[in-house]
């Protein structure tokens, strides 16, 4: 069965750091674009960030870029998010998904494979 599976979540003050990971069961990484998503209460699931097959290329959305930093580990399987100067407005449930594809993509329904999400909460 395949399986993405999210961890490193938890609660953080403002400012705070927090780096998640995304790990694969079932299949390799090394084929799959990874996407980072979130969604905080009574809001829509949006994209934070995207690695691409290779891990050449990257993308941020505007509300991170400069904060957070995404990257891929394909010998061990894993990408990460690295989540520097943290903001209450970063708390959400965060996501990592596959897409079968070599590009980044901020368009949710382009992945094919979703974790069950880990919670961030940054509050003082």
């Known amino acids: 069965q395949l399986q993405l599976v999210e961890s490193g979540g938890g609660l953080v003050q403002p400012g705070g750091s927090l780096r998640l990971s995304c790990a694969a069961s079932?299949?390799?990484?090394?084929?799959?674009?990874i996407g980072w998503f979130r969604q905080a209460p009574g809001k829509e699931r949006e994209w934070v960030s995207c690695?691409?097959?290779?891990?050449?290329?990257?993308n941020y959305a505007d509300s991170v870029k400069g904060r957070f930093t995404i990257s891929r580990d394909n010998t061990k399987n894993a990408v990460y998010l690295q989540m520097n100067s943290l903001k209450p407005e970063d708390t959400a449930i965060y996501y990592c998904a596959g897409l079968s594809g070599p590009l980044c993509s901020g368009v949710t329904y382009q992945y094919n494979y979703w974790g069950q999400g880990t919670q961030v909460t940054v509050s003082s």
């Open positions: 079932g299949f390799t990484l090394d084929y799959y674009t």
């Open positions: 690695i691409s097959r290779s891990g050449l290329s990257t």
